[in-house]
């Protein structure tokens, strides 16, 4: 039906960049907000960042002027650039669509991506 599917993590040294990305799949008329969370072990899952269909973007504290998320609509993806990547960074990064509307009518809420892992050490 629908599903996001995320990808773009990996093993990075602390100071440097991944950019992750979350495409759409199914039959997708379009998606309001999007964000990106992450978890690691031992921890509850926490919001990373989000964006509007808009472009309107809210950011954790702890990745202020380090992450960048962003998003295409007309490729259905949205994107998370982090740079400076610090040790507690690393986690699985997830995607998220808050409500997908589908082709044939109607909407699904609360859709997740199976997630990617970013791993940053020293």
């Known amino acids: 039906q629908v599903q996001l599917v995320e990808s773009g993590g990996g093993l990075v040294q602390a100071g440097g960049s991944l950019r992750l990305s979350c495409a759409l799949s199914?039959?997708?008329?379009?998606?309001?907000?999007m964000g990106w969370y992450r978890q690691a072990p031992g921890k509850q899952r926490e919001m990373v960042a989000t964006?509007?269909?808009?472009?309107?973007?809210d950011y954790t504290d702890s990745v202020k002027g380090r992450f960048t998320i962003s998003r295409d609509n007309a490729k259905k993806t949205a994107y998370l650039q982090m740079n400076s990547l610090k040790l507690e960074d690393t986690a699985v990064y997830y995607c998220?669509?808050?409500?997908?509307?589908?082709?044939?009518?109607?909407?699904?809420?609360?859709?997740w991506g199976q997630g990617t892992q970013v791993t940053v050490s020293s």
């Open positions: 998220n669509a808050k409500r997908v509307w589908v082709a044939g009518g109607g909407y699904e809420y609360d859709v």
């Open positions: 964006i509007t269909r808009g472009g309107s973007t």
């Open positions: 199914g039959n997708i008329l379009g998606t309001n907000d």
